[in-house]
């Protein structure tokens, strides 16, 4: 007789089957040492494309220096949460730098750190939607947007991906409602590399009273004027955006800030479960964040933006001429449609075997039957290691 204990057991066993059998096992690979455009994997020599350290700053000296120096003055560990005594002069002065920096879109700006991205969303949405928040998101929009939204338990719609028109028409739809109205989008969307219309997206939030969330996780460091981030861009500003930045991708640290007016960030301090329910990340980590944020605002930031836009020209000109299917994209993410499962494998394998990392992304990161590689540009890359893409490629 099967025990009770091993139904479990057997479910995930015949699901890890499943997902072998349509070729959507996914594996990790590990890295020795740094993480830059080259770099060891696996124990092999390889160019990266696979990373979201667009400005490559993961690696940076200074920045590296300014961890180590983070921990001699502040220690390992935070010690405590945020509200119980693992609040660290590091994390504060960090806020201060974000809300100076990105904070520009509206009057009296505050910022709040989080450890991660993730947290960031969830702290976001189930603070500031709820039961009776009617919330519109974008239908390509990020996981932990989608998993912030189901936790708030608000009323969901989805809209078609950067659809402003479908858009107007549903909000247009609940114009009698009260209730209070969230528009949740990506400013860079992570498989397509392609920009929210975020100058629309404000109009329309403002036409019918909804806020806007924009989660900038692709965004922060690389776009807008010293890097500030989507909304300094293209100069938006009112006093119903809320900016999400992460500091893990450009940043090449770790950890997130969600941006507003100082009663929204206020309020997150008082009522967000993800901030709140969780040990305050190292101090260190936010001493070498510092140090980036200076960075990607000097000149150094601007020449590393201006070789990362660089590559990016060569790459749109050199995936223009493969017999697949380039995403119009004008960021660092690169995306090459290949179609099929087995076919985006092989391809990557066989980009691999020539020492390049190229992943493959297929479903449900993706719609089925657009699986792609997915490569991504980082001010690291040589016009060398793209010369090498680019040879790769025009063979298989
Ligand atoms: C990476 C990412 C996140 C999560 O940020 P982490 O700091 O990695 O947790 C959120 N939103 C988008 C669009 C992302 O690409």
Redesign the pocket.
């Known amino acids: 007789m099967t025990r009770t204990s091993d139904v479990l057991f057997d479910a995930l066993k015949q699901g890890l089957a499943d997902i072998d059998a349509r070729g959507l096992r996914r594996r990790r690979r590990t890295i020795d040492g740094a993480n830059s455009a080259h770099m060891t994997v696996d124990g092999r020599a390889m160019i990266g494309f696979a990373s979201?350290d667009y400005l490559g700053l993961a690696a940076h000296e200074s920045i590296r220096a300014a961890l180590a120096e983070g921990a001699s003055l502040y220690g390992a560990g935070s010690g405590g949460s945020h509200l119980l005594g693992g609040h660290s002069r590091a994390h504060a002065q960090l806020e201060d730098e974000l809300a100076a920096f990105s904070g520009g879109f509206v009057d009296d700006p505050r910022a709040l750190y989080?450890?991660?991205?993730?947290?960031?969303?969830l702290a976001v949405l189930t603070t500031l939607a709820g039961r009776g928040t009617l919330v519109f998101s974008d239908a390509l929009?990020?996981?932990?947007?989608i998993d912030g939204v189901r936790l708030s338990r608000a009323e969901t719609q989805i809209y078609p991906h950067a659809d402003i028109d479908a858009l107007d028409a549903m909000l247009d739809a609940s114009r009698d409602q009260t209730a209070t109205k969230l528009i949740v989008t990506?400013?860079?969307?992570?498989m397509d590399g392609d920009i929210a219309p975020l100058a629309r997206l404000v109009e329309v939030a403002e036409k019918y009273g909804a806020w806007l969330v924009v989660?900038?996780?692709?965004g922060f460091g690389v776009l807008g004027p010293q890097g500030r981030g989507a909304l300094a861009h293209y100069a938006l500003r009112s006093p119903h955006l809320v900016y999400?930045g992460?500091?893990?991708?450009a940043a090449g640290v770790?950890?997130?800030f969600v941006c507003a007016h100082a009663t929204v960030i206020e309020w997150l301090v008082q009522r967000a479960r993800p901030y709140i329910f969780t040990t305050a990340s190292p101090p260190a980590v936010a001493h070498a964040v510092s140090a980036s944020v200076r960075i990607i605002a000097s000149d150094e930031g601007d020449a590393r933006r201006a070789h990362l836009a660089s590559l990016i020209d060569t790459t749109r000109a050199m995936l223009k001429r493969t017999r697949w299917l380039p995403v119009d994209s004008q960021t660092a993410v690169q995306p090459l449609v290949i179609g099929g499962n087995d076919e985006t494998v092989a391809l990557a394998a066989a980009l691999d075997a020539q020492g390049l990392w190229v992943p493959a992304i297929r479903p449900p990161t993706v719609p089925s039957g657009t699986s792609r590689l997915r490569i991504s540009l980082s001010a690291a890359h040589s016009d060398e290691d793209l010369a090498r893409l680019d040879h790769a490629l025009s063979t298989l």
């Open positions: 979201n989080f450890s991660t991205g993730y947290m960031a969303n929009n990020h996981a932990s947007l990506d400013s860079v969307f992570s989660d900038d996780a692709h999400v992460t500091l893990g991708k770790a950890g997130a």
